[in-house]
């Protein structure tokens, strides 16, 4: 079988999914799959067959609680070939709608989920003052904070 994008980016890592014999101990422990479409068996599969894993929904299901890293027979670390094929991904610019909305909301407020009107009538109500002692009101900090999101390039991953 030739080693596609996504395999040898793997192996670089130190990690051999080819190891994988299906044996689908991973997905009868998955927490997630029992309430979504995830099946971690097939999407290891779909990783060593395809590059076209990039483009698999069920990688964003995942919510990283390694019950399946620890019971797989075969020692592989499923939970890193799931981030790291979420990186590769991302670094392509496939991500879901809404990471994308996460990232911009990130990248101009410094938060993911900024505070709104009602929230701030809230805090108010409750003799808080208005808005958090986050970067919301220290403009200074908010810069540093864009500064580093630019270092890690994440306009970079929506502008694609
Ligand atoms: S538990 Fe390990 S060997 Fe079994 S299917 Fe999952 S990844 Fe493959
Ligand atoms: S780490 Fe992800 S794939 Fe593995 S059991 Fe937990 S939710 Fe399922």
Request: aromatic fraction near 2%; proline fraction near 4%; charge should be negative.
């Amino acid at each position: 079988m030739k080693e596609n994008n996504v395999q040898e980016q793997l192996k670089e890592a130190g990690i051999d999914i080819l190891k994988c014999m299906q044996c689908g101990m991973c997905t009868g422990s998955c927490p997630s799959g029992r309430h979504t479409s995830l099946n971690v068996r097939r999407l290891i599969r779909h990783a060593m067959r395809s590059q076209d894993v990039l483009e698999d929904k069920e990688l964003w299901m995942c919510t990283t609680c390694y019950n399946c890293q620890e019971r797989c027979p075969r020692r592989i670390d499923i939970v890193d070939v799931i981030l790291r094929i979420r990186s590769i991904a991302a670094h392509e610019g496939i991500i879901l709608p809404e990471h994308k909305q996460v990232i911009e909301l990130l990248l101009e407020y410094g938060h993911a989920v900024p505070i709104d009107e009602m929230n701030m009538n809230k805090r108010e109500e409750l003799g808080l003052e208005r808005l958090p002692e986050t970067v919301y009101k220290d403009p200074e900090a908010l810069n540093e904070v864009k500064k580093l999101l630019n270092a890690c390039k994440l306009a970079k991953i929506i502008d694609q």
